[in-house]
């Protein structure tokens, strides 16, 4: 017994070292009639399972440094058998140094999953083999959260998260699975155009504004306010850069998307005539949230 006891503590003292993300997953299943609703409570757990008990990072991430990652996925189809079609919605965070916030890393909502799950199937997630849609959707958009959460703490730290993405979306291609080419989805706003924004040279002075808004801007906030805000303007100059070249982009929607709140807030307490050079700028890289770069005048 004592034995026993002592493996059950070794097994969850490795799991609880191999966490990455402070992850909880919801499905919403209220969409779909369904005889058996408990395939979809099953899902719920075999999701939760598989994101917190693997090792996504390739160093050691301390309890206190964990992505927060939060995600509903709300089941559209289903044909009581194991075919499903949902949306999943994607919320991720990351520990600000010296204080209690965590900044929005990716906020997005994927409207083409489509995908077989049965009871209690195993999930094995390899970026280089296709196993199944489901792994492959969920292990490409956490490869592309920890890519995008190394960026934060170095220059193009995300490279090799993002290369086993695209080598997901690859692996999705080749099996012919849905949701994965250029054509899929609408507006150009799928996997496809996300990861190759991500991989492309076009958008290397963006990615490396990324570690500048985050690290040099945000992480310092909280000892000197006015040192972080002028980073962040920095970095928010890069990304207008990026901008005039690649209208309309996926990442660059995604990203202002994620940060319109956070980057308000932030502007808010500045004086009002770095209010109306801020605005103007924001206005110009990112006019579909114009309205609300208005608010920070309004502050």
């Known amino acids: 017994m004592r034995n026993a006891i002592l493996l059950i503590l070794v097994f969850l003292t490795i799991a609880a070292g191999a966490q990455d993300f402070n992850a909880k997953i919801s499905v919403n299943h209220t969409q779909v009639n369904a005889r058996n609703l408990q395939i979809f409570s099953n899902l719920e757990q ?7 008990n693997k090792k996504w990072a390739d160093f050691k991430i301390n309890a206190n440094e964990r992505i927060n990652l939060n995600m509903v996925m709300n089941i559209t189809s289903y044909d009581n058998v194991n075919s499903f079609g ?92 849905p949701g994965w080419s250029s054509q899929d989805g609408s507006s150009n706003k799928n996997r496809y155009f996300l990861i190759d924004d991500l991989t492309s040279d076009r958008f290397k002075d963006m990615r490396k504004a990324m570690y500048i808004y985050h690290h040099k801007g945000l992480d310092v906030m909280s000892k000197n306010l006015e040192t972080g ?29 994620s940060k319109v709140n956070e980057i308000v807030s932030i502007y808010s307490t500045a004086l009002a005539t770095d209010k109306n050079k801020i605005v103007e700028m924001l206005t110009q890289i990112d006019p579909a949230n114009a309205t609300k770069w208005l608010q920070i005048k309004s502050r």
């Open 46 to 52: 075999s999701l939760n399972e598989f994101i917190n």
């Open 86 to 177: 949902a949306s999943l919605i994607i919320n991720a965070s990351r520990p600000v140094y010296g204080s209690t916030y965590s900044t929005v890393l990716l906020n997005h909502e994927d409207n083409d999953v489509k995908f077989t799950y049965q009871n209690f199937q195993l999930m094995n997630f390899n970026d280089q083999t296709f196993n199944d849609n489901l792994t492959s959707i969920l292990g490409f958009y956490l490869e592309i959260v920890m890519g995008m959460c190394m960026d934060t703490y170095s220059p193009m730290g995300g490279d090799p998260y993002f290369s086993r993405a695209n080598n997901v979306l690859i692996a999705a291609q080749s099996a012919g699975q």
């Open 229 to 257: 805000r002028n980073e962040i303007t920095v970095a928010l100059k890069d990304i207008q850069k990026v901008a005039k070249v690649q209208t309309n982009s996926m990442w660059m929607r995604v990203f202002f998307n």
